[in-house]
């Protein structure tokens, strides 16, 4: 049995001040650091994905450009690659994180397992090859992943979806997420809970 980690979009444009900023996500933030500095042998492996759109298109009309956002599938400008908006939490030690996932580069990506991974981390690491968050786990023998980060309805909602579908064994901690909206991240949880996931 192989544990990961996965840090779902833990970035100040969605926490508390940023562009999308949701309640509780400086809380999740400094929750996950907690977590890993208490035992450090938890995971095998810790991932974390960071929305990483670009700054001068409209990324696949994820960005209301003309319009206001609909918050379903237009949304104002946010973490755009390379700003402080696109950066992790400050709380959230990225020195704890192994493999960095970016998704949502000129397209609208809700799930960490439509990003990719920079420098290798398949077979290995550092080799210049570019591959996906399934690739990345299964190399690893992963068949087990724990669920953390924002948002419960959007992103860790689709991440934990595919998870699911890549045949990985998931848990959502529940007391690491945060969502935009109570109502909505309820209709989640009780969705991934009925898709196999296991509420922690
Ligand atoms: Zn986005």
């Known amino acids: 049995m192989t544990r990961a980690l996965l840090i779902v979009d833990v970035q100040n444009d969605f926490t508390e001040g940023g562009a999308l900023g949701v309640r509780g996500g400086a809380a999740v933030a400094e ?22 759109h670009h700054g001068d298109d409209d990324n696949g009309g ?23 908006g696109a950066e992790y939490h400050p709380a959230l030690d990225a020195s704890l994180i192994d493999l960095h996932v970016k998704k949502g580069q000129g397209v ?31 190399a690893r023998d992963v068949d087990q992943l724990d669920v953390v980060g924002i ?18 064994r998931v848990r959502i901690l529940t007391s690491l997420v945060a969502g935009v909206a109570a109502e909505s991240s309820n209709a989640a949880l009780a969705e991934l809970a009925e898709s196999g996931a296991v509420l922690v």
């Open 31 to 52: 929750g996950v650091t907690r977590l890993l500095q208490d035992d450090p042998d938890r995971y095998t492996v810790v991932a974390a994905s960071r929305d990483w």
């Open 62 to 84: 994820h960005f209301a450009t003309g319009a206001e956002p609909d918050y379903v599938q237009t949304w104002p400008v946010h973490c755009v690659g390379g700003t402080t």
């Open 108 to 138: 609208p990506a809700y799930s960490a397992f439509e990003g990719t991974i920079d420098g290798g981390s398949g077979a290995g690491d550092g080799d210049g090859t570019v591959v996906g968050l399934a690739e990345a786990l299964a």
């Open 151 to 168: 948002a419960t309805d959007y992103c860790v909602r689709a991440s934990a979806l595919d998870a699911l579908r890549a045949g990985l």
